[in-house]
């Protein structure tokens, strides 16, 4: 069964307000989880690192003020899209892992802003 | 600048008969690899791994293969079946990364009944 929950799978909202993505780690406790951004037929590209407690990591070119990522529990981080618009419509992925285990992925967010 | 390249977008197969999906990196302090494999509007579901002390590692039907000299790795599956129909990414990471990993684009793989 998943060992990570995503949610919601799908979210429709107008270009300007914000939406929260949640991740769950559902049998293990996550320090570390991941965001990743997959735009169609491309590879899944990460954004940041969540580290609970902590501030999250964030890759080159992605804005920390746009996607605010929240990581406070070791089974909860949250991405926060802000003030969307429609170039933020795509497919996002959280992931986390657990000591060595390969890393667990949640069924993903496709977000479109109109 | 793409450190882990799969260069065939797609591959279609008779079903029973192998596949095989390739893969390419470049970062040399690579140190783990990762094949997953991903249905439409879910997230990739793990595979089958492998270390950089190993060449080869079996599952079942999956065998991943590791070239270090070369930077290359690549991914077996016999006997094919439709059900593996998906696209299947390689990743990477090294030890030092926390675990982060490095994407290729993807290889959609048909296996035709």
């Known amino acids: 069964g998943a060992v990570v929950s995503q949610h919601p799978s799908r979210v429709i909202c107008k270009s300007g307000t914000s939406v929260k993505i949640e991740c769950r780690s559902l049998d293990f406790q996550a320090t570390t989880m991941f965001w990743y951004r997959q735009f169609p037929k491309q590879s899944l590209m990460l954004m940041a690192t969540s580290n609970e407690g902590s501030k999250a990591t964030y890759e080159q070119g992605v804005e920390k003020d746009k996607f605010l990522i929240n990581h406070a529990s070791l089974t909860l981080s949250t991405l926060t899209v802000t003030s969307a618009h429609p170039e933020d419509s795509s497919f996002y992925i959280c992931?986390?892992?657990?000591?060595?285990?390969?890393?667990?992925f949640g069924n993903g967010t496709r977000l479109t802003v109109t | 600048d793409q450190q882990v390249k799969q260069n065939s977008p797609s591959l279609s197969v008779q079903e029973g008969r192998i596949s095989i999906l390739n893969c390419d990196y470049t970062?040399?302090?690579?140190?783990?690899f990762l094949w997953y494999k991903k249905y439409p509007a879910e997230g990739p579901t793990f595979l089958i791994s492998i270390s950089s002390i190993k060449d080869k590692n079996e599952d079942g039907r999956f065998t991943v293969f590791l070239n270090k000299s070369a930077k290359h790795l690549s991914l077996h599956i016999v006997p094919s079946q439709p059900g593996d129909s998906a696209v299947y990414f390689c990743?990477?990471?090294?030890?030092?990364?926390?675990?982060?990993?490095?994407f290729g684009s993807g290889t959609q793989l048909t296996v035709l009944p």
């Open positions: 992931s986390a892992s657990f000591q060595a285990s390969p890393l667990h």
């Open positions: 970062n040399s302090m690579f140190d783990y």
């Open positions: 990743a990477a990471s090294s030890s030092g990364s926390a675990r982060q990993l490095t």
